[in-house]
């Protein structure tokens, strides 16, 4: 919530956190399609209705920053949504985030542990998820793809040895059953879909959503065009869309043969290779070792050369940090390639060769996640 002046507002949102229909609040760091960027809500897009949800005037865009006023620290972020839990009575509070520089995010979890103090969930947003709002140039080359971005969240909450006391959710075109099996058997704890639901009740991409001249009266506020919205049909198609994905994912999940989809492991799915060879994903992908980024023993390098560049007052790069990590390395003839079946070194020109680039070796078969108890 915000005042006048579009900074938060702890009375206003302590007023609304504790509505029961609130079960949870996400701090919105950046959204997948345009990470770095705010938002526009135009004027005429503008109801009373909303305006009264959003505390904001009617007649004049609404302007949403790309950076919040209440903190602009790993250590002020995590001291803000320990305010924001005490406001809400003790609710979940967790972020969002599209992965750009490693060692930011890194630098939020050294303030986790300095503070001991953590989220109760993470969303990661892959770059690859949209809005018809994004600016073009945003969406296809600004921020790290869903897959790779959760694989660095999840292997540095591991290797910092604290994975168990976050959830994490994953979003960014996750539109089947199969998309949901992928992303769980690598790690994550649920997630989130949009794209898929929104083609259900009648998106056809036309890039117009901040124009309110949607043409199938899916994101306009104009009355004539929401005519041709007609909800009953579309509530009926989005709830089948929903129940038969979720039909289809426990379909897969059988047929693997298990009972739970937390059940699923990296080593349950293959890819096939551009060179034809057949790789698990517990093969293909790299998985750190519980607790091994607070001794600098990752076996992928990168890892701990990232690591040391996070401070927890700054979310810019200790650069000094490096460049010792670095020398004491080379003195202790240290390698600092992450080891694979095929070579060693690490190509800076790709960031994907943080997850997938090389086929890295050891912790295969475990993304340090509990199962659910069983009924037996």
């Known amino acids: 919530m915000r005042d006048n002046d579009g900074n938060f507002d702890p009375q206003s949102f302590a007023e609304k956190a504790v509505d029961p229909q609130v079960k949870m609040i996400e701090i919105k760091l950046s ?33 949403s920053p790309s950076s919040h006023t209440a903190f602009s620290t790993p250590r002020e972020l995590v001291a803000f949504w320990q305010q924001l839990r005490e406001l809400s009575g003790g609710k979940p509070v967790g972020f969002k985030l599209c992965i750009g520089q490693p060692w930011q995010f890194m630098a939020i979890v050294k303030a986790m542990i300095e503070t001991d103090n953590y989220p109760d969930f993470i969303v990661i947003d892959g770059a690859e998820g949209g809005t018809g709002a994004a600016p073009v140039e945003f969406m296809d080359n600004v921020g790290m793809p869903m897959v790779e971005g959760f694989l660095l969240v999840h292997n540095t909450l591991v290797g910092a040895g604290i994975r168990d006391k976050i959830k994490l959710g994953v979003s960014g075109k996750i539109v089947s059953g199969f998309d949901i099996a992928r992303m769980i058997a690598l790690g994550a704890d649920w997630c989130n879909s949009a794209r898929g639901f929104m083609f259900a009740v009648g998106c056809i991409q036309s890039r117009s959503c901040h124009t309110n001249t949607c043409p199938t009266g899916v994101a306009t506020q104009d009355p004539y065009r929401q005519k041709a919205l007609d909800v009953p049909s579309k509530a009926e198609r989005v709830a089948s869309f929903h129940k038969n994905t979720l ?16 059940q699923l492991q990296p080593y349950h799915i293959a890819r096939r290779l551009d060179d034809g060879q057949i790789k698990l994903l517990s093969k293909f992908f790299y998985f750190t070792d519980k607790g091994a980024l ?74 340090i996640r509990d199962f659910p108890p069983t009924n037996d």
């Open 31 to 63: 959204q997948g399609a345009k990470p770095g960027k705010g938002g526009v809500l135009p004027s005429s897009k503008i109801t009373q209705e909303i305006a009264d949800t959003r505390q904001v005037p009617t007649g004049q865009d609404c302007i």
């Open 294 to 367: 607070l001794d600098h023993s990752a076996r992928a390098d990168v890892f701990n050369q990232m690591w040391v560049m996070a401070k927890p007052e700054s979310f810019l790069a200790n650069n000094d940090a490096l460049i010792a990590y670095n020398k004491d390395s080379r003195d202790k003839g240290k390698e600092t390639g992450a080891p694979t079946e095929h070579s060693a070194g690490y190509n800076s020109e790709h960031l994907t060769n943080l997850t997938d680039g090389g086929r890295l070796i050891g912790n295969v078969n475990n993304t």
């Open 247 to 262: 039909k289809s994912l426990a379909s897969i999940v059988g047929a693997v043969g298990l009972q739970h989809p937390s």
